[in-house]
Nanobody, 124 residues
């Protein structure tokens, strides 16, 4: 069983930056593809970014491309989401997810493990 714990959320002004972290338990983290998703109030969960096991392949939602960067440190069992040029539209709960299969996916149902989320609020 893998546990994922997100941190780094908070309140930031528009144009600011935040870095989210997702710490994973378990020895097999380095073989997992990882993803970030978000859910705003009243909206469905949406894909944000994903990264393969080595960090060599990344995918981004069009809405965050060029502003967000996903990365991972397998030695620390941690995946990161650097978020720059934040706007109020980025306000949401951000979730980290792990996929046992080494497949980078934009679909939430492809992921096996989920964190509880961290709140990101961007003020205008």
């Amino acid at each position: 069983q893998v546990q994922l714990v997100e941190s780094g959320g908070g309140l930031v002004q528009a144009g600011g930056s935040l870095r989210l972290s997702c710490a994973a338990s378990g020895r097999t983290f380095s073989s997992y593809a990882m993803g970030w998703f978000r859910q705003a109030p009243g909206k469905e969960r949406e894909f944000v970014a994903a990264i393969n096991w080595s960090g060599g392949v990344t995918y981004y939602a069009d809405s965050v491309k060029g502003r967000f960067t996903i990365s991972r440190d397998n030695a620390k069992n941690t995946v990161y989401l650097q978020m720059n040029s934040l706007s109020p539209e980025d306000t949401a709960v951000y979730f980290c997810a792990g996929n046992k299969r080494p497949v980078v996916s934009t679909r939430g149902n492809a992921y096996d493990y989920w964190g509880r989320g961290t709140q990101v609020t961007v003020s205008s």
